[in-house]
């Protein structure tokens, strides 16, 4: 079916570094822009990175920028998120989503139940 | 960035009235392209957010017609008709006008 499934979350120290995957299945991959999303504990959502359909344009939120990098196998129907210097500030649910669009940011019309990234000395 | 502010924070509301949400955003939506890039995601306890309302108010495929959106520039509204048990959750506006996408804080929405 439809789906997307998040994982490679867990408790990493504060500077350490950690890769999320994102498995879809039920929809043609690699026609679709994708993004991570995180929600810390009991928290609202914060927009992390987006990919375009190709993997040829990446964007971040400030707060990310240089810290993380999101890739995509299309091959493989697979969404990465690389994290290094992790901070405690990081520490959320990170949720993949899809985009209705190829290469420009619309609207996040399927998402995954997310993995936890705990930071925590 | 947008500053997305969603009012009330909770809405306590009786099986089969309506509950509407308000969504401001700081700057107008309307995109060079004409259109407003302003969604609405349900997230139901214990899951993932879900997409009910795209471009201020076309719903999504599988989304009931209780559920409808309006509103233009700054202002818009969420509206759910005859509420019911499954439509407890968080709900948040979504703007993709301008980068960084960001998203109003949430609105819980519970039974009396």
């Known amino acids: 079916q439809v789906q997307l499934v998040e994982s490679g979350g867990g408790v990493v120290q504060p500077g350490r570094s950690l890769r999320l995957s994102c498995a879809a299945s039920g929809f043609t991959f690699s026609s679709y822009g994708m993004h991570w999303v995180r929600q810390a504990p009991g928290k609202g959502l914060e927009w992390v990175a987006h990919i375009s359909y190709d993997g040829s344009n990446q964007d971040y939120v400030d707060s990310v920028k240089g810290r993380f990098t999101i890739s995509r196998d299309n091959s493989k129907n697979t969404l990465y998120l690389q994290m290094n210097s992790l901070r405690t500030e990081d520490m959320s649910v990170y949720h993949c989503a899809k985009d209705l669009g190829a290469n420009r940011i619309r609207h996040f019309d399927l998402w995954g139940r997310g993995t936890l990234v705990t930071v925590s000395s | 960035d947008i500053v997305m502010t969603q009012t009330p924070l909770s809405s306590p509301v009786t099986l089969g009235q309506s509950a509407s949400i308000s969504c401001r955003s700081s700057q107008s939506l309307v995109h060079s392209d004409g259109n407003t890039y302003l969604s609405w995601l349900q997230q139901r306890p214990g899951q993932p957010p879900r997409l009910l309302i795209y471009?201020?108010?076309q719903r999504s495929s599988g989304v009931p017609d209780r559920f409808s959106g309006s509103g233009a520039g700054t202002d818009f509204t969420l509206k759910i008709s005859r509420v019911e048990a499954e439509d407890v959750g968080v709900y948040y506006c979504?703007?993709?006008?301008?980068?960084?996408?960001?998203f109003g804080g949430g609105t819980k929405v519970e039974i009396k």
């Open positions: 979504m703007q993709t006008t301008q980068f960084p996408p960001t």
């Open positions: 471009k201020v108010s």
